[in-house]
């Protein structure tokens, strides 16, 4: 038999295409040795089959564990949602819903430091400490945010509402819209740098804009 010119590649694809072929020749699976994984010993071709079998099997166990975990993690978030969202609406008075809501998104998600300011308020809630003036500045640059900014603190001006400023080293800036559109600004900062990352998913934050917009716009004009 000429073998010259036979790759690897050829013996697989023959054997892939002659299924019959060991069948016809099982004293050749017996004999063969093959070098575990778990050590350099020689293992025949089912202790092989049967580690990767295992080997499979551990793969998909950790895999369940992780999904059972992100469940887990997912569902104590939806409960804290819900349990804040539930705080707004139970608030009656409106004027109160600013320190509600930041005071409740701090105990309920363990935010060291919050705060928020609103602007083009109803004259009924001018002078409040949540509608203290803001610069042109602060303003241009919530409009132009189309998600949460997450990122470190590089100077900005909302970072000055924060009880500690000095102390931030990480922060998320999520505006506040209603149908007329921006009318406000939450804050969310940590001594953590990697609390709020350039790069880490919006969605949560998202969903905390926009039903921190829908009931903050009761004090709009």
């Not at 892939?16 to 099982?26: I, L």
């Not at 308020?121 to 400490?129: C, D, L």
Request: glycine fraction near 6%; hydrophobic fraction near 45%.
């Amino acid at each position: 038999m000429n073998l010259q010119g036979i790759t690897e590649n050829d013996i697989a694809e023959y054997l892939a295409n002659t299924p019959g072929f060991f069948e016809r020749h099982a004293e050749l699976l017996s004999s063969v040795q093959l070098t575990s994984p778990h050590g350099q010993r020689a293992v025949s071709l089912q202790e092989r089959q049967m580690e990767m079998l295992r080997d499979r099997i551990k793969g998909l166990e950790m895999r369940i564990v992780e999904m059972i975990r992100h469940s887990q993690e997912n569902v104590g978030i939806a409960e804290r949602l819900h349990r804040w969202t539930r705080a707004l609406l139970v608030t009656a008075d409106a004027a109160a819903l600013p320190e509600v809501l930041v005071d409740e998104l701090q105990h309920q998600f363990m935010i060291p430091q919050a705060a928020l300011r609103l602007w083009n308020v109803a004259p009924a809630h001018e002078g409040q400490r949540f509608s203290a003036p803001v610069s042109d500045d602060v303003k241009s640059f919530t409009d132009s945010l189309s998600q949460p900014y997450c990122g470190v603190n590089a100077g900005f001006e909302s970072v000055g509402w924060l009880p500690e400023p000095s102390a931030i080293a990480s922060l998320a800036l999520i505006p506040l819209r209603n149908a007329a559109g921006s009318f406000g600004l939450l804050i969310l900062g940590s001594p953590d740098p990697t609390r709020y990352s350039a790069d880490m998913g919006t969605e949560f934050l998202v969903r905390i804009g926009d039903t921190a917009g829908a009931a903050l716009s009761r004090l709009t004009a």
